[in-house]
T-cell receptor, first 114, second 113 residues
Framework: AQSVTQPDIHITVSEGASLELRCNYS??????LFWYVQSPGQGLQLLLK??????LVQGIKGFEAEFKRSQSSFNLRKPSVHWSDAAEYFC????????????FGTGTKLQVIP | NAGVTQTPKFQVLKTGQSMTLQCAQD?????MSWYRQDPGMGLRLIHY???????DQGEVPNGYNVSRSTTEDFPLRLLSAAPSQTSVYFC????????????FGPGTRLLVL
């Protein structure tokens, strides 16, 4: 069965600092990978996704993620964090044909300090 | 184009009461689903539908019923609410069953006393 691990429950960074949120997945074949962001009291918004091809994926709001098959990872990065990036971030994994089986990680809550 | 709408935004129930959480979409999406979000557990799939008249169970279906009589609506019913169903519920849709990108509604926060 597929699974997703986000090892960091909570991360605090200073505004302007770089950010990396970790995501590890477990799945036998090539997965579909996603990062979503959830602002307080809101639904989830898709930041970026990886289906195939270039392993470095660009998303909205200046985020990017890199798929590393050898490490089963799909870490999210941003070179310079803004206060408005404070939110909860979810990594998710799905697979071709398994349209009902998108598994979400438990989330990483990002705090940004001035 | 309203996207995915959910009503109510917040509801308080007593144990044993029933209620229906509404989800509607105006994007003509084939696939609709319900998730619950609990602290430290991420999102878990309750039920999903791949088209009108077709529904199936997800990861945590017990205590919930669904039906899909139209493309636009996918209500989630709690027949006898329990405190364990206190959660935030999200409806999500996608255009086709084999497309993976989902669009989420704003959520319904449910408290069962």
């Amino acid at each position: 069965a597929q699974s997703v691990t986000q090892p960091d429950i909570h991360i605090t960074v200073s505004e302007g600092a770089s950010l990396e949120l970790r995501c590890n997945y477990s799945y036998g074949a090539t997965p579909y990978l996603f990062w979503y962001v959830q602002s307080p009291g809101q639904g989830l918004q898709l930041l970026l996704k990886y289906f195939s091809g270039d392993t470095l994926v660009q998303g909205i709001k200046g985020f990017e993620a890199e798929f590393k098959r050898s490490q089963s990872s799909f870490n999210l990065r941003k070179p310079s964090v803004h206060w408005s990036d404070a939110a909860e971030y979810f990594c998710a994994v799905g697979y071709s044909g398994g349209y009902q089986k998108v598994t979400f990680g438990t989330g990483t809550k990002l705090q940004v300090i001035p | 184009n309203a996207g995915v709408t959910q009503t109510p935004k917040f509801q308080v129930l007593k144990t044993g009461q029933s209620m229906t959480l509404q989800c509607a979409q105006d994007m003509n999406h084939e696939y609709m689903s319900w998730y619950r979000q609990d602290p430290g557990m991420g999102l878990r799939l309750i039920h999903y539908s791949v088209g009108a008249g077709i529904t199936d169970q997800g990861e945590v279906p017990n205590g919930y019923n669904v039906s899909r009589s139209t493309t636009e609506d996918f209500p989630l019913r709690l027949l006898s609410a329990a405190p364990s169903q206190t959660s935030v519920y999200f409806c999500a849709t996608k255009p086709r069953r084999h497309q993976e990108t989902q669009y989420f509604g704003p959520g319904t926060r449910l408290l069962v006393l």
